[in-house]
């Protein structure tokens, strides 16, 4: 391949990226990584992979990924994410790991993530499992067994929900209703722990699990997460809408009792407010947090064991809630 | 095949560009870049970094602001630059129409002998907050190189994306909306497949540009009201947001999220996976002195 600052021939080698132009994927990439500031865009239109029937687009962004983590000098290689690689010497710990991984047998596995569960005044939530197929691509998603262990804020389990969705098909559990009546007239929390699991072999497809925020006149949904942390990055929101309602929600991923601290900081300065919440094991809380300050706040919250956390945005009649994780 | 000696892998100077949406009328948008996040991924104590925000409408570069970070011996030394804020340039008509919408592009990039560890910059929510309305967090989207879609790509050769918790229900006054951002300096064709609903729609998006399609324009009227799952598909990748709002005013939002992509990933796991993942629990469990 000629490699000059201004000569963009390339000459096609081996496996073919782009067949309006007859590019090869290594001689993409090269190009790609002998370039460092183009960007993607500009690596197309100046060796024309994609700018035709653009039906290679997106394994040139691929191609151009890979050559901009490993170089040139390994692009015929090139693994997503290694930034490099080593010619020589004895294997590394991830690299026997990789290669245990890579070659042990497959086998169906739980997948675990936490959802919170908020009741009230004609609020409810609803855990939505889809394993619908798009027309595009057809039924190739594995068959799943999905289940829900709903549980108090005093972490007793209450119910255990279960069903199996064969692709094409979903299910959706009322969780406020599994819960029970709400005790108050005010917001209140429960969680579910939402276990996934494949029953033949075949893709994730869009099973990952979503929960709705339904009230008489808004639903807004988001996906379900892992606790794997013992605190949350720190989230910014916005003070302006008055009578606005603003939540942390936090659930306790151990067996074992937590206190769980939450420290609001003003971005302008001023004086930060922290408090604690105790969390029972497997416990959940709702904490709503009262103004502080004007302006923009951090707020972080952290806890001896594993958690997960979402903040929570409501209007002030408890019409339209939105749940972000954190 | 001409023989060249390989090139030493060249230094990072970019990030991946993230997409989001612009503040709908009423709203302002505010970026808070993490610094802490941002500094892990720079390659020395002292750098500058440049920040470049780039509002597109209609294929046009309506606004660019560019700032400048400085890292010095491992401190900021302007903080308050990594604040970016802008106020909605969108009337109510044409945000309800939404056939020609903008949207913001952010870029991280730095120059001459700085560079990254990482083409991955640090993730972070984009605020959006109103008098009139309820404010809602965005969390933005990598403009490419979003590996469960290459995963995709290489288990089924096409692109989809959607989201599985749709709702539509005019008559209680709740709606959905896909906001569709082609990013890319080609036009792209989508198509918008409904869960249990044999009619599609088709879109064409202009390079550079954006749409908001009101489910609850497209859906047919016998349909509702609907929940389900949205699929979106087409030969060239575009950005989507799916937006809860109001169906009598699209700009009273309830809430923003990113899409869901078609995974291709194994549903089984290696069987040596849970083993380690086990080891590994374990491990921090001792070395973090925490019991289990």
Not at chain 1, 200 to 227: C, L, Q
Not at chain 1, 310 to 321: G, H, K, P, T
Not at chain 2, 237 to 246: D, E, G, K, P, Q
Request: charged fraction near 20%; charge should be negative; include cysteine.
């Amino acid at each position: 391949m000629a490699d000059t600052d201004n000569d963009t021939t390339l000459v096609t080698d081996g496996e073919l990226l782009c067949y309006c132009t007859q590019t090869g994927r290594g001689d993409f990439m090269a190009f790609a990584a002998a370039k460092p500031d183009m960007n993607f865009e500009g690596a197309c239109e100046a060796t024309g992979v994609g700018m035709l029937c653009t039906s290679c687009l997106l394994n040139a962004e691929l191609a151009f990924t890979q050559a901009r983590e490993t170089g040139a000098a390994h692009v015929a290689d090139a693994k997503p994410g290694a930034r490099s690689q080593r010619k020589w010497g004895l294997p590394r710990r991830r690299d026997i790991v990789d290669l245990a991984i890579q070659h042990s047998p497959r086998v169906p596995a739980p997948f675990e993530s936490r959802c919170p569960i908020l009741s009230g005044p004609d609020v409810r939530t609803v855990l939505s499992v889809s394993n619908a197929v798009p027309a595009p691509i057809g039924p190739r998603s594995a068959r799943f067994r999905v289940r829900a262990s709903v549980r108090a804020a005093n972490g007793e389990q209450v119910r255990m929900l279960e069903a199996t969705i064969q692709p094409g098909e979903r299910c959706d559990f009322d969780l406020s209703e599994a819960l029970g009546a709400p005790p108050s007239n005010t917001l209140t929390a429960g969680s579910a722990i939402v276990s996934l699991l494949a029953r033949d072999r075949g893709f994730k497809g869009t099973v990952r699990p979503h929960f709705r925020i339904v009230t008489p006149t808004a639903s807004s949904a988001v996906h379900t997460s892992n606790a794997g942390a013992r605190a949350t990055t720190p989230h910014i929101y916005s003070q302006r809408k008055s009578g606005e309602h603003r939540y942390i929600y936090i659930q306790n991923a151990e067996k074992r009792e937590a206190e769980c601290i939450i420290a609001l900081t003003p971005l302008a300065g001023g004086q930060a407010e922290t408090f604690t919440r105790s969390l029972a094991p497997l416990g959940s809380a709702l904490v709503e947090l009262p103004p502080v300050g004007d302006g923009f706040i951090e707020a972080h919250a952290r806890s001896a064991t594993l958690q997960r956390s979402y903040f929570i945005l409501a209007d002030a009649d408890l019409r339209r809630i939105s749940v972000d994780h954190i | 095949m001409t023989a060249t000696t390989a090139p030493e892998a060249p230094p990072l100077q970019s990030h991946i560009p993230v997409v989001t949406m612009a503040p709908p009328p009423g709203y302002t948008l505010h970026q808070f870049l993490p610094l802490a996040g941002l500094q892990a991924t720079v390659d020395s104590a002292s750098a500058d970094v440049i920040v470049r925000h780039i509002v597109f409408r209609n294929g046009e570069q309506d606004q660019i602001v560019e700032r400048i970070l400085r890292l010095r011996n491992g401190v900021w030394e302007n903080p308050d630059d990594a604040m970016f804020e802008l106020d909605s340039d969108i009337d109510d008509a044409s945000w309800r129409n939404g056939a020609d919408v903008p949207f913001l592009e952010t870029h991280i990039l730095t120059q001459g002998s700085d560079s990254f560890n990482t083409i991955y910059g640090p993730s972070f929510y984009t605020v959006f907050d109103s008098a009139e309305h309820k404010s809602f967090f965005n969390d933005n989207a990598l403009k490419y190189a979003n590996y469960v879609v290459i995963d995709q790509i290489r288990a089924f050769g096409t692109w989809v994306e959607g989201y599985p918790a749709c709702a539509v229900d005019p008559a209680s006054n709740i709606d959905q909306s896909a906001l569709l951002i082609n990013p890319h300096s080609r036009p792209a064709v989508v198509t918008l497949g409904f869960e249990g609903i044999e009619q599609t729609v088709r879109k064409r998006l202009g390079a550079r540009s954006a749409q908001r399609i009101d489910f609850a324009d497209v859906l047919p009227a016998e349909a509702t009201p609907w929940t389900g799952q949205v699929f979106v598909s087409g030969s060239n990748r575009v950005n989507l947001f799916f937006i809860s709002h109001a169906q009598s005013d699209p700009a009273d939002i309830t809430t923003v999220e990113h899409s869901e992509v078609y995974r291709g990933e194994d549903a089984y796991v290696s069987m040596a996976q849970r083993p380690l993942q086990r080891l590994y629990r374990w491990k921090r469990a001792v070395f973090d002195g925490v019991r289990r």
